[in-house]
T-cell receptor, first 112, second 115 residues
Framework: DAKTTQPTSMDCAEGRAANLPCNHS???????VYWYRQIHSQGPQYIIH???NNETNEMASLIITEDRKSSTLILPHATLRDTAVYYC?????????????FGQGTTLQVKP | EPEVTQTPSHQVTQMGQEVILRCVPI?????FYWYRQILGQKVEFLVS????????KSEIFDDQFSVERPDGSNFTLKIRSTKLEDSAMYFC?????????????FGSGTQLSVL
């Protein structure tokens, strides 16, 4: 499975966009990029995923570079409740894809 | 949104005792998982379960651990003889398929403390 690299921590002002980067330079063609977050030791929560194209849902946007070696999760208007650890995970397109490999993630602190 | 339910939220046990952690996955889901997170560490995969069989397990999931789906709704994790190092938050998760684009739903966890 492809490895991911994320900054350890980031700060964001409340109401501003939070842009969380992730490098996955060894990603293969059938692997998806997933983002989950974990708020204060609760269960991880799915945010968004993508394969090649940019994606948007009610929570966030995901921008994947054309070469797929990196991506950015965008929370358009961060709130204090978005303070969490954000995990970028690469999942294979076939096989036992429920086995998520979590890294240390990025701790996002949203400040008033 | 549907939820994965885990009970109890906290479990305290003595070293060497057996514990059973319970999970009720989302009703139409077919794939079930246990993960754990030791305080301050990463979330770690333990085991995946489908069609009443273990699909994959990590090296953490040794002979002291077992899983079963006894009645078609509950999904349990049993630790036969708990050790101090089993103290962790245990998360259950489920999904409808194992396709890559299917998201996992996680429960809120059971905090296990082994004394």
């Amino acid at each position: 499975d492809a490895k991911t690299t994320q900054p350890t921590s980031m700060d964001c002002a409340e109401g501003r966009a939070a842009n969380l980067p992730c490098n996955h330079s060894t990603i293969s063609g059938n692997e998806y990029v997933y983002w989950y977050r974990q708020i204060h030791s609760q269960g991880p929560q799915y945010i968004i995923h993508g394969l090649k194209n940019n994606e948007t849902n009610e929570m966030a946007s995901l921008i994947i570079t054309e070469d797929r070696k990196s991506s950015t999760l965008i929370l358009p208007h961060a709130t204090l409740r978005d303070t969490a650890v954000y995990y970028c995970i690469v999942r294979p397109g076939s096989g036992n894809t429920g086995k998520l490999i979590f890294g240390q993630g990025t701790t996002l602190q949203v400040k008033p | 949104e549907p939820e994965v339910t885990q009970t109890p939220s906290h479990q305290v046990t003595q070293m060497g005792q057996e514990v059973i952690l319970r999970c009720v996955p989302i009703s139409n889901h077919l794939y079930f998982y246990w993960y754990r997170q030791i305080l301050g560490q990463k979330v770690e995969f333990l085991v995946s379960f489908y069609n009443n069989e273990i699909s994959e397990k990590s090296e953490i999931f040794d002979d002291q651990f077992s899983v079963e789906r006894p009645d078609g709704s509950n999904f349990t994790l049993k630790i036969r003889s708990t050790k101090l190092e089993d103290s962790a938050m245990y998360f259950c998760a489920s999904t409808y398929t194992d396709r890559a684009k299917e998201k996992l739903f996680f429960g809120s966890g059971t905090q296990l403390s082994v004394l």
